[in-house]
């Protein structure tokens, strides 16, 4: 069973950076997305970066320029660098893997990490 687990989250003041990391219970190099998604109260899981077959990267338009996503193979975990941080990037941001084995998809999820921006 895989398993992704979140960290990172804290609060922090506007303009301010955090790093997330998501540790997988095998190589990351076996998904080919991984991701971070966000959700706030009230709003729907959005994008905000993912990573295909470790170097493709895609971000949503509201962190485009702010939030960088990598990876790292030995340590089989994906980060997600996040700077000039603003109080509408609070979020609950989740981690996300999609593996495919013999045609068939599987998404996976972790618990979540909560990111709250405020003075």
């Known amino acids: 069973q895989v398993q992704l687990v979140e960290s990172g989250g804290s609060l922090v003041q506007p303009g301010g950076s955090l790093r997330l990391s998501c540790a997988a219970s095998?190589?990351?190099?076996?998904?080919?997305?991984m991701g971070w998604y966000r959700q706030a109260p009230e709003k729907q899981r959005e994008l905000v970066a993912v990573?295909?077959?470790?170097?493709?990267?895609n971000y949503g338009d509201a962190v485009k320029g702010r939030f960088t996503i990598s990876g790292d193979n030995a340590k089989n975990t994906v980060y997600l660098q996040m700077n000039s941080l603003k109080p509408e990037d609070t979020a609950v941001y989740y981690c996300?893997?999609?593996?495919?084995?013999?045609?068939?998809?599987?998404?996976?999820w972790g618990q979540g990490t909560q990111v709250t921006v405020s003075s």
């Open positions: 095998e190589s990351i190099a076996s998904f080919v997305i």
């Open positions: 990573i295909s077959n470790g170097r493709i990267t």
């Open positions: 996300s893997a999609v593996k495919i084995v013999i045609g068939v998809r599987y998404d996976y």
